[in-house]
């Protein structure tokens, strides 16, 4: 058989026939398929404004930008996230400050919020890691309380939902990525959502060298190009038309994992976040190291991947004074790191391939034993 992947894309004629059309009207820039794959998302997602951009680190960016955050803030960011959601906070010049997560769901904790607030605490970043929501509804409470701004790093999480709100329209702005391995893609690209004019208005003059309106010569403010392209829109409106279908793969492939493996005492999985109705972007399990167990199933062919190294410990911050890093539990952070696996989760993946993972998982704990 042949090597099972973690995850690639699902692409067929639907996209080309997008792109083409694209190709035939010779007009590659952001212009009509963007306006209209925006404008799709906004019904989606029922938020009032969104803002394709090209990428969602950038996106994120534009996002802390936009809500004013900059040299002497400080900005909560978990600890086990995607090192972008880090680094689009220090392109402001703020700092960064790691928050540990709930081991159960591997999200934000509120409750490690709560002890880390102080008055240079400008905002807060959950991320809704592999298409769980964070305790949305406990961080509003803090917000009120605290009144830092919520940017929501919804990149894993389209079609979410936290008591019937879609992922990224709780907070006051957020977005996802459209990254090739991502629920639906565009090849590279995002999308900002808001339910705030003055963010949208600040966040499209930025994306646009700082003007208002495309092929103007007059800035008023200094912005940059994080524009979107019509082929990016093209795949995303294909892509789009499928959202459901994938959707409901994913959790016929969680179902089938949870099926033949949450008896087995060894293996548990991630804890779903009350109110929240969960896409599982992965399939996770938590195992005592897991290494071993991703070792043995690539000589069958078989690829994992981790979950994210921890921010703390990442070499390219050591010593870096805008991350603070002393709220950190680096016991159980390296703990959560090593116990952690994210099996072959691709909606075109086969029921044998599902098997094949299933019965080499039980052979890996057999011969353990």
Same mark, same amino acid.
């Given at each position: 058989?042949?090597?099972i992947?973690?995850?690639?894309p699902?692409?067929?004629n639907?996209?080309?026939?997008?792109?083409?059309?694209?190709?035939?009207?010779k007009y590659?820039?952001e212009?009509?398929?963007?306006?209209?794959?925006?404008e799709?998302?906004?019904k989606?997602?029922?938020a009032?404004?969104?803002?394709?951009?090209?990428?969602?680190?950038?996106?994120l960016?534009?996002?802390?930008?936009?809500?004013?955050?900059?040299?002497g803030d400080?900005?909560?960011?978990p600890?086990?996230t995607?090192?972008?959601?880090?680094?689009?906070?220090?392109?402001?010049?703020?700092?960064v400050?790691?928050?540990?997560?709930?081991?159960?769901?591997?999200?934000?904790k509120?409750?490690?919020?709560?002890k880390?607030?102080n008055?240079?605490?400008k905002?807060v970043v959950p991320?809704h890691?592999?298409?769980?929501m964070?305790?949305?509804?406990e961080?509003?409470k803090?917000?009120?309380?605290?009144?830092?701004k919520?940017?929501e790093?919804a990149?894993?999480?389209?079609?979410?939902?936290?008591?019937?709100?879609?992922a990224?329209t709780?907070?006051?702005?957020?977005?996802?990525s459209f990254?090739?391995?991502?629920?639906?893609?565009?090849?590279?690209g995002?999308?900002?959502i808001?339910?705030n004019?003055?963010i949208?208005?600040?966040?499209?003059?930025f994306k646009n060298?700082?003007?208002?309106?495309?092929?103007?010569?007059?800035?008023e403010k200094i912005g940059y190009?994080?524009?979107?392209?019509?082929?990016q829109?093209?795949?995303?409106?294909?892509?789009?038309t499928?959202?459901?279908?994938f959707?409901?793969?994913k959790?016929?492939?969680?179902?089938?994992y949870?099926n033949?493996l949450?008896?087995?005492k060894?293996?548990?999985?991630?804890?779903?976040t009350a109110?929240?109705?969960i !896409?599982?972007?992965f399939?996770?399990?938590?195992? *005592?190291?897991? #290494?071993?167990?991703?070792? =043995? +199933?690539s000589l069958? @062919?078989?690829?994992t991947?981790s979950?994210?190294?921890?921010l703390h410990?990442?070499?390219?911050?050591k010593?870096?004074?805008?991350?603070?890093?002393?709220?950190?539990?680096n016991?159980?952070?390296?703990k959560n790191?090593n116990n952690?696996?994210c099996?072959?989760s691709? !909606?075109?993946i086969?029921?044998?391939?599902l098997? *094949?993972?299933? #019965?080499?998982?039980?052979l =890996? +704990?057999?011969?353990k @034993?």
């Open positions: 058989m042949k090597k992947k973690q995850i690639y699902s692409i067929n639907i996209e080309l026939s997008y792109l083409k059309r694209v190709i035939k009207s590659l820039t212009n009509k398929l963007t306006a209209q794959f925006e799709e998302v906004k989606l997602t029922n009032k404004f969104a803002i394709a951009v090209n990428n969602w680190t950038l996106g960016f534009c996002c802390a930008q936009s809500l004013g955050i900059g040299p400080e900005v909560i960011v600890n086990n995607f090192i972008a959601t880090a680094n689009s906070i220090l392109l402001t010049g703020a700092k400050v790691l928050c540990d997560v709930d081991s159960e769901t591997f999200n934000i509120p409750e490690n919020i709560k880390i607030l008055a240079r605490t905002a991320v890691l592999y298409g769980n964070c305790e949305m509804e961080i509003i803090l917000k009120k309380i605290q009144n830092f919520i940017i790093d990149a894993q999480a389209i079609g979410v939902y936290y008591k019937k709100k879609h990224g709780i907070g006051d702005a957020g977005g996802f990254y090739g391995n991502k629920i639906i893609t565009t090849g590279e995002g999308m900002i808001t339910n004019r003055k949208y208005e600040k966040i499209h003059e060298y700082g003007r208002k309106s495309k092929g103007l010569y007059f800035h190009n994080f524009k979107f392209t019509e082929m829109a093209a795949l995303g409106l294909a892509q789009l499928k959202l459901n279908r959707i409901k793969k959790q016929k492939i969680f179902d089938f949870y033949n949450n008896k087995i060894q293996i548990s999985f991630l804890k779903q109110k929240s109705k !896409v599982h972007w399939t996770n399990i938590k195992i *005592k190291n897991s #290494k071993k167990l991703q070792k =043995f +199933l069958k @062919n078989i690829e991947r979950g994210f190294y921890p410990l990442q070499p390219c911050y010593g870096f004074k805008k991350i603070i890093t002393k709220y950190v539990d016991e159980e952070a390296i790191y952690f696996l099996l072959p691709s !909606v075109e086969k029921n044998l391939e098997k *094949k993972v299933v #019965k080499n998982i039980k =890996f +704990l057999s011969e @034993n």
